[in-house]
């Protein structure tokens, strides 16, 4: 260090301050994502905040043609361990943690000769996105666990009275503002919001970490379970409208429901709107072909396939017409006009597909409230852990998926299904799973033409779901097939249905009256399937 330096540093010894009094003269900065940070860095400068760096930041600074001071210049201690050793030193933290209103603290600086550093910039390696990649090994990922880089953070936010810290780059131009404004202080107002972020930051990596060693060491569920969520946006209100609501997704996750979606016309997403996306994602998403459905309180109210999204559209409408207005609509195919012109005959709360053509829009946007969403690439949520809140506490389950093929299913009755039957209770089978229980799904032909959902008995979801075929198509009744997500207690439902057209069945199995059922459609000429597997969504 020169002597002008050796100047410039015992100039900012230790001073005292009360709280929010601080007036920022010397900066740390040590950054794994660099965005902005060489402007934020010249604001400092420019101010007079001498900058002091590490590693890599330095090199981005110096390159810059920014005067940074190495941190091993500022603990006298070198970095080692291939930069695993680096600001792990007393006399960073003892700058740090210096309550400056405490007059033991400023004696104990000055014995031992510490400098203060008045404001922390640090983001961590990037754990997260290295685990979500999906090809990192192990030691990659290891290496990508930060040790100095939220201890800088945690101990500037503990004393944030004197000491401010900034971990996301969108705060920068904010701090430099206030430190222009203000002759070079920072508000206790801004050094509260920046530690609150400060430490949801930490939690936030600690969090990902857990979980990532967890899964390491435990088969099935560990015995503490860390979670942490980002908020994406504010809601307007919650499922009702005395209720605050807010969307997050889950830190470091692959994907989540707003992941890649663009809302390009409407009033903004609510809190039941994004329910029910995020049901009706699922469904569609459980098939390849053109497939839509419409979802209404968390239901489906149809759900099909055809030729072209417009013609599954138009066969999932056909449903349940009433219960269809208002409701959330899915399609995996792109959007054309003369399929926008068929939209817009009824009231759509959401639509979300893959695009929209330019006429498409032009005749879309004539209702001011529906809400576009554009999903270029659809990412099927991958199997894993899913959450339920209760009181006090949360449900965790691995997530449901109908994994079980035509291979392992059994027909249990002596009538076998044709193939188009097979076609038709894969369908229901699938749709079902995504239908409140007790669950009932009727369809013809790949299309849905009665849904009986969240009924306390089976046989009122039987009889809903008979109720709704014949009122909007009582000529697809005969020949349909049914689905049921759980074992029938009694052989009433099947009986209802059968009675109504219905001719093949495909249910879990399992119930001590089994036989009853099988006997019933044995004599009646249907067809039966087990699966061996209960679908429940409660």
Request: charged share 25%; with cysteine; aromatic share 6%.
């Amino acid at each position: 260090m020169s002597a002008e330096d050796e100047s410039s540093v015992t100039a900012r010894e230790m001073q005292g301050a009360a709280p929010g009094q601080v007036r920022v003269s010397r900066a740390l900065l040590s950054v794994s994502d660099k965005t902005g940070i060489v402007d934020f860095a010249r604001g400092l400068a420019d101010l007079g905040i001498e900058i002091v760096s590490t590693g890599g930041t330095a090199r981005t600074l110096s390159e810059a043609g920014l005067p940074v001071r190495a941190i091993e210049d500022f603990t006298g201690f070198p970095e080692m361990m291939d930069g695993r050793v680096k600001t792990l030193h007393p006399r960073l933290y003892a700058g740090l943690l210096a309550v400056r209103s405490e007059e033991s603290h400023l004696l104990a600086a000055a014995e031992h000769g510490i400098e203060p550093v008045d404001l922390v910039c640090v983001n961590l390696y990037p754990f997260e996105q290295t685990l979500a990649r999906g090809d990192a090994t192990e030691e990659e990922i290891v290496e990508n666990i930060d040790i100095g880089g939220p201890t800088m953070i945690r101990a500037a936010a503990k004393n944030s009275a004197y000491a401010a810290v900034v971990v996301d780059p969108t705060d920068y131009a904010g701090v430099l503002a206030e430190l222009r404004g203000s002759g070079g202080q920072i508000s206790l107002d801004m050094r509260a919001r920046l530690r609150a972020t400060a430490f949801a930051c930490t939690a936030r990596y600690d969090a990902a970490i857990s979980r990532w060693c967890a899964s390491k060491l435990y088969e099935g569920f560990p015995p503490t379970w860390a979670a942490s969520y980002r908020k994406v946006m504010d809601l307007r209100y919650g499922e009702n409208p005395h209720q605050q609501a807010a969307y997050y997704a889950e830190a470091g996750a692959r994907t989540h429901l707003l992941d890649g979606v663009i809302q390009l016309h409407g009033k903004e997403l609510s809190f039941n709107n994004l329910l029910d996306l995020s049901s009706a994602r699922e469904l569609v998403e459980e098939f390849e072909e053109p497939a839509c459905a419409i979802l209404k309180h968390n239901n489906p109210c149809g759900c099909a396939l055809g030729e072209s999204g417009q013609i599954a559209y138009e066969r999932a409408f056909a449903c349940d017409p009433l219960s269809a207005f208002g409701g959330v609509i899915a399609v995996n195919r792109p959007v054309d006009r003369a399929f926008a012109e068929v939209l817009s005959e009824q009231f759509v709360e959401v639509l979300l597909a893959p695009g929209f053509n330019q006429e498409a829009l032009e005749v879309l946007t004539r209702k001011k409230n529906v809400r576009l969403l554009e999903l270029a690439e659809w990412h099927k949520q991958p199997a894993g852990v899913e959450e339920k809140p209760v009181l006090g506490g949360v449900l965790a389950q691995t997530r449901d998926v109908v994994s079980e093929t035509r291979e392992q299913m059994q027909t249990v009755t002596g009538t076998q299904p044709s193939e188009e039957q097979w076609d038709d209770l894969l369908f229901a089978w699938r749709v079902c799973r995504h239908v409140r229980s007790n669950a009932i799904v009727i369809a013809h032909r790949r299309a849905t033409i009665g849904i009986g959902a969240g009924q306390m008995s089976r046989v009122d979801a039987v009889s809903i779901a008979v109720e709704k075929a014949r009122a909007a198509q009582p000529e697809l009744m005969a020949g349909s097939a049914l689905a049921s997500d759980a074992f029938f207690p009694f052989s009433d439902g099947p009986e209802l249905a059968i009675k109504a057209g219905v001719t093949a069945i495909i249910q879990p199995g399992g119930s001590v009256r089994d036989q009853d059922t099988i006997s019933l459609a044995d004599d009646s000429g249907v067809a039966m399937v087990m699966t061996g597997v209960r679908h429940f969504r409660h």
